[in-house]
């Protein structure tokens, strides 16, 4: 199994580096200047333009740009973030954590909520609880994370004050977090410090609400779709007639042969989740790398955007290793192939 | 047992309480004594000078660097606004001029210590003034416009006293020492983390300070928030109040008015208009709006692109916009109008920006036009950028309108910001809106930024002999009432060439806490947090 994991991460070697050289690329080929836009000061003029130019490496002829970014790579250096001012790296680092976390958290939500969902509406098809479900997946695909992000944040912090201040993943006058990895959760449970966990949860639970509404419908459906079709199949007549409890056969039976699509569906949702978060990011003020990417987009710094892609390039190559050892855990027949 | 759960409780709820209590007392002070300001922007590098450093990062280093001289600040109605013709010391206690105005000397204050402690040296002033001039940063430009150039230009003349000479008596040479651009810096730390590629510092100057000013950094996340702690033997000028200022950046502008709203941050700048009348409205926050008085919002015409290189062109599209309806349209008419001025040749003040000659007359519009020979009209293309779409985007709607009333075809082009730019660099835009501020708002430097060469700022590339020669002279001016009519004259001529079109200076809007006191607008619409208190 290992040596199959490595031949799978070797392969997606040129996938990568085919992303690599087509955002470095597309970043260039993009209208706007980003040493024009750095170089805004008072009584900047074209001196201090051909100044930032020279900085960021830009008056370079393309292809030694590209062997240039490539050799950096290759030593874990991304190049530096002119809309931070920091490396990269060191902005990927910090960053990604706080959109894992939201994005697992999210996740987990979405799926605890959306397994029990889909099973009770393949269990009762056509029915009022059928409807229902429709309705609720209907309604968090229809409505875009940054209305419902705003309007929980009117209802929950503006005038009901139950939730913290939308701001961020720590309350601003408290202590700082331990830095150990990164996940909030994670670290102040390490200390064991329970009323600042307490704290990041609270500030997780308005965001992670947000975005998982948005994939109950795709997670919900799925699980429906593909329990409908095990519940009618040989194996689980066959679990009936021998008597076997209801619940047996829904959660061992059904639901464990069920999963597979719903596992491949959850891996895609968690990539495009990690990506397109952008405006939860932005609406809660959330230090993540989505929002990170989208300001230097429109700053046209390059290094931070490409430092970006690359990222989710990679993250998405582990999450689909990773759903496709989970398939061998779902269904033995499934290998690492 | 009797004694059980509801006694322990209650005991164990006393002892909670006593030892809540105290702790509980001293938070609340230190939140009273804490300013939490919001902001869409963020702090990305600590030294201001560095290419790409925001608006936000002046704010921050005017509060803990700093220069050797100060604006002061008036009355302006009930709320205050700097003030560029009364300059005062800051790290220095007294500026004496030579008599032919060519030589400031600058008498640093004795007791004056940086951050770590040691004492400030004219050693140190005379670097930190050598890198405004040397270092490859965004402050030469700056400093070049007070005819401040060279090192040679900064002397020691004493263990506590740096001169500044000039060649000619440059009107803004002083104004210049006040900019955020002119930090003063320890440098005797700054050196211990200069190389040799980078004499300056300036790596390590983005990410740390040495610095003598009100406030020091207690912690700074680039792109997230900034602390601020109060530098308690600081001696440039009153102790501010505030003891910590927590920087935080907020996105989403909704987000940013609701915690001001509720009370959980206490100052926020730069909201939307309708945001901030709906606040105003609720009464919970106090809302301070004052005129951006060196700021103006413009609609640019490239003179050197057919057909806006013909003035009678561009009087035609003077006269056909709907300046009311614009101002309503795009600020809720919160700002100050630059247009419906009744007089024609000479203006009656030499302020500038002040309302110009501007009206909507579609049948004078009609007869520039054809004079023009342009009877059955042209198209063009207005740009707008998206950082200003709020504002912009209903203004080019009205200006399409009201312009194809004239016959003129407008098409109205959104560009991202880092696009929209680097189109008026190159000055490909032909016509397009943007705001403008300058920092040191006396008149010829107006006209010398805004007007005159082939640079980047001179939006509309306007080349006007006449013009190009009052303020090459007007900057070295010594005598009040030539220089007065040299300004009056520039005016005039902006009048007549119709080179872009002022259209209004926007109002600079800070929601704060009802409590909060003293806000100031300063030249470079950032917050100092030193003339903040709370009441």
Redesign the interface.
């Known amino acids: 199994m290992g040596r199959r994991i490595g031949v799978r991460l070797l392969s997606s070697v040129p996938a990568l580096f085919g992303v690599l050289v087509f955002t470095f690329l597309l970043m260039r080929v993009?209208?706007?200047?980003?040493a024009?836009?750095?170089?805004?000061?008072?009584?900047?003029?074209?001196?201090?333009?051909d100044?930032?130019r020279e900085?960021m490496g830009l008056d370079k002829p393309l292809h030694e740009q590209l062997v240039r970014y490539l050799w950096d790579i290759t030593r874990g250096n991304l190049g530096n973030s002119?809309?931070?001012?920091?490396p990269v790296r060191t902005?990927l680092i910090?960053r990604l954590p706080a959109s894992l976390e939201l994005t697992f958290s999210a996740l987990l939500l979405a799926l605890t909520l959306a397994l029990p969902l889909g099973v009770l509406a393949a269990l009762r098809p056509g029915t009022i609880v059928d409807h229902f479900v429709r309705f609720l997946c209907t309604l968090g695909v229809c409505v875009p994370t940054f209305v419902s992000g705003?309007l929980l944040?009117?209802v929950f912090?503006?005038l009901l004050?139950w939730a913290p201040?939308?701001?961020?993943r720590i309350d601003?006058?408290a202590a700082?977090a331990p830095e150990i990895t990164g996940f909030l959760l994670i670290d102040f449970a390490l200390v064991r410090d329970w009323s600042a966990w307490r704290a990041a949860a609270g500030q997780l639970i308005l965001p992670a609400s947000t975005m998982a509404l948005f994939v109950l419908a795709p997670l919900a459906r799925m699980t429906r779709a593909s329990m409908l079709a095990v519940l009618g199949s040989d194996f689980v007549r066959t679990a009936k007639s021998l008597g076997l409890s209801d619940l047996r056969i829904i959660v061992v039976y059904a639901l464990r042969n069920a999963l597979l699509p719903v596992l491949t569906i959850s891996g895609i949702v968690f990539s495009t989740m990690l990506g397109a978060n952008v405006l939860v990011e932005?609406?809660?003020?959330w230090?993540g790398v989505a929002?990170?990417a989208l300001?230097a987009l429109?700053?046209?710094d390059y290094a931070p955007v490409q430092g970006f892609v690359l990222l989710m390039a990679t993250i998405f190559v582990m999450v689909n290793l990773l759903i496709d050892i989970l398939y061998g855990v779902a269904d033995p027949r499934a290998t690492v192939a | 047992m009797e004694f059980n759960r509801r006694q322990g409780l209650a005991a164990a709820g006393g002892l909670a309480a006593s030892v809540a209590l105290p702790t509980g007392e001293a938070?609340a002070q230190t939140?009273a004594e804490?300013l939490?300001y919001?902001t869409g922007n963020?702090v990305?590098?600590l030294d201001p000078t560095?290419?790409?450093?925001t608006r936000e990062s002046f704010g921050v280093s005017m509060n803990v660097y700093d220069r050797l001289a100060a604006f002061g600040r008036k009355r302006l109605g009930d709320n205050w606004v700097f003030d560029h013709n009364e300059i005062r010391g800051e790290l220095a206690e007294r500026i004496d001029r030579s008599p032919d105005g060519r030589t400031f000397a600058f008498h640093l204050r004795p007791d004056a210590t940086w951050h770590d402690g040691t004492p400030v040296t004219a050693e140190d002033i005379k670097w930190s003034l050598d890198r405004c001039v040397s270092a490859?940063s965004?402050a030469p430009?700056?400093m070049?416009?007070g005819s401040i150039t060279k090192p040679e230009q900064f002397r020691i003349a004493g263990p506590r006293t740096v001169e500044l000479m000039v060649d000619r008596p440059d009107r803004l040479a002083l104004s210049n020492m006040c900019v955020p651009?002119a930090i003063m810096i320890n440098s005797t730390l700054a050196k211990r983390h200069a190389t040799t590629d980078d004499p300056w510092a300036l790596a390590w100057l983005?990410?740390n300070t040495a610095a003598s000013g009100a406030y020091m950094i207690e912690?700074h996340?680039?792109?997230?928030?900034t602390i601020l702690r109060r530098n308690d033997k600081w001696k440039g000028g009153a102790l501010p109040n505030f003891q910590r200022v927590?920087v935080?950046?907020?996105?989403?502008v909704?987000?940013r008015a609701?915690?001001v709203?509720?009370g959980?941050?206490d100052l926020s700048i730069d909201l939307q208009p309708s945001d901030v009348a709906a606040l105003e409205q609720r009464g919970r926050v106090k809302v301070v709006s004052v005129p951006q008085t060196n700021g103006f919002t413009h609609i640019s015409m490239n003179n050197t692109i057919a057909p806006f290189d013909d003035v009678k062109v561009r009087q035609a599209i003077a006269a056909a916009l709907p300046y009311q309806h614009m101002f309503q349209a795009s600020l809720f008419s919160r700002g100050r109008a630059l247009f419906g001025a009744d007089w024609t040749g000479t203006p009656p003040t030499a302020d500038f920006p002040q309302p110009m000659p501007l009206a909507l007359n579609l049948d004078r519009a009609r007869e520039l036009l054809r004079e023009s020979g342009h009877p059955n009209g042209f198209s063009t293309t207005f740009t707008i950028g998206?950082g200003t779409s709020a504002w912009a985007e209903p203004m080019a709607a009205l200006i399409k309108e009201s312009l194809a009333r004239i016959n003129i075809q407008v098409d109205i082009r959104k560009l991202?910001?880092?696009?929209f730019?680097?189109g008026q660099?190159e000055r490909s835009l032909p016509f397009y809106t943007e705001g403008g501020t300058?920092?040191l708002p006396a008149p010829d430097y107006f006209f010398r930024?805004y007007f005159t060469r082939p640079?980047?700022?001179n939006f509309a590339s306007f080349n006007n002999e006449e013009l190009n020669a009052l303020t090459r002279e007007a900057q070295f001016e010594t005598d009040p009432a030539k220089y007065e009519a040299a300004c009056k004259r520039m005016i005039g001529i902006l009048a007549a060439e119709v080179p872009l079109i002022l259209v209004w200076q926007p109002l600079h809007e800070a929601v704060m806490a009802r409590n909060v006191e003293g806000y100031t607008y300063w030249f470079y619409r950032q917050v100092d947090f030193r003339d903040l208190k709370r009441v």
């Open positions: 993009l209208p706007g200047d980003p024009v836009f750095f170089a805004a000061g008072a009584n900047a003029g074209q001196a201090e333009i100044m930032v900085q002119m809309t931070t001012g920091q902005d910090e705003l944040i009117y912090y503006y004050n201040d939308p701001t961020g601003i006058f700082n932005k609406v809660f003020s230090p929002s990170y300001d429109l700053a046209s | 938070s939140r804490t939490r919001v963020a990305n590098s560095v290419p790409g450093s490859r965004l430009p700056q070049s416009t651009y983005k990410d912690q996340r680039p792109g997230t928030q927590i935080q950046t907020v996105p989403e909704a987000t609701n915690l709203e509720r959980d941050a998206t991202p910001d880092a696009q730019n680097t660099a300058a920092w930024l640079q980047r700022w």
